[in-house]
């Protein structure tokens, strides 16, 4: 039986751990090809690959600072080179640097916004050659559930997943007539290194306010992600699909 995702070819940004790892094990169990686009964890992306190769799927890793556009448009240029096409990229690097306001300093707004926002829009960029020359595509934005409701401490972070959200709006408007459907994943608190490191009263009062009353798992977003990135949403666009156990609806 043909898998959902057979043969196709998935570039997935910060694909070295959490959410991105378990997106990029979704993709290849469902018949697609990784890219894996990491900027430091080489150790951990090789692990990701001896996962994958026994779906009979390739795992190519490319090391690339999504915040830098050369680098972004070197690892497109290295998959046309392997496979000769694009079907799907995740964009899903992030990074935090939080701080309240005042104290905030403007190297760590930067920082946030070049990663988490700008580097969406490099990665997009460069994927729209191919793209728009096979006249399909899917990209599927990593936001936040930060990005709509706001969090002290998180300007950085919540000003850039809400501008991935209007950047993303835009891009499937632009894209719908060359067959590239354009949606985002917004989570919400989901069981990773980042929220783990959170003190253990601030977890429960989080808990707290989430109706179905517990984290969300990484396999949670993955499987969004797949569906995004499939035929089956083929008639979706401009979305974003919150997965957050209630806590935003």
């Not at 894996?36 to 090391?63: F, H, S, W």
Request: with cysteine.
């Amino acid at each position: 039986m043909k898998q959902e995702l057979e043969g196709k070819i998935a570039i997935v940004t910060g694909a070295s751990r959490g959410i991105g790892r378990a997106i990029a094990l979704n993709l290849a169990a469902a018949g697609a090809n990784i890219v894996a686009v990491y900027q430091q964890n080489k150790t951990m992306v090789d692990e990701l690959a001896q996962e994958i190769e026994p779906l009979g799927r390739v795992c190519l890793a490319v090391k690339a600072d999504v915040a830098v556009e050369d680098e972004v448009n070197a690892l497109v240029d290295q998959t046309m080179s392997q496979f000769g096409r694009v079907d799907i990229l995740i964009n899903n690097a992030g990074i935090t640097k939080d701080g309240l306001i005042m104290r905030m300093k403007s190297e760590d707004w930067h920082n946030v916004l070049n990663v988490n926002l700008s580097g969406m829009f490099y990665a997009t960029k460069a994927v729209t050659k191919p793209m728009f020359k096979q006249r399909s595509g899917k990209i599927v934005f990593v936001t936040s559930i930060i990005g709509t409701i706001g969090n002290a401490g998180q300007s950085n972070y919540s000003a850039a997943k809400a501008g991935v959200i209007g950047f993303m709006k835009s891009a499937a408007k632009e894209f719908a007539s060359r067959g590239i459907q354009v949606n985002a994943v917004a989570p919400g608190f989901i069981d990773t290194d980042m929220t783990k490191k959170l003190p253990d009263d601030v977890k429960t009062a989080y808990m707290e306010q989430i109706p179905l009353k517990r984290f969300g798992r990484v396999e949670d977003v993955a499987e969004v992600v797949r569906f995004l990135s499939s035929e089956k949403a083929d008639y979706i666009t401009g979305q974003v699909i919150h997965v957050n156990g209630g806590l935003y609806m």
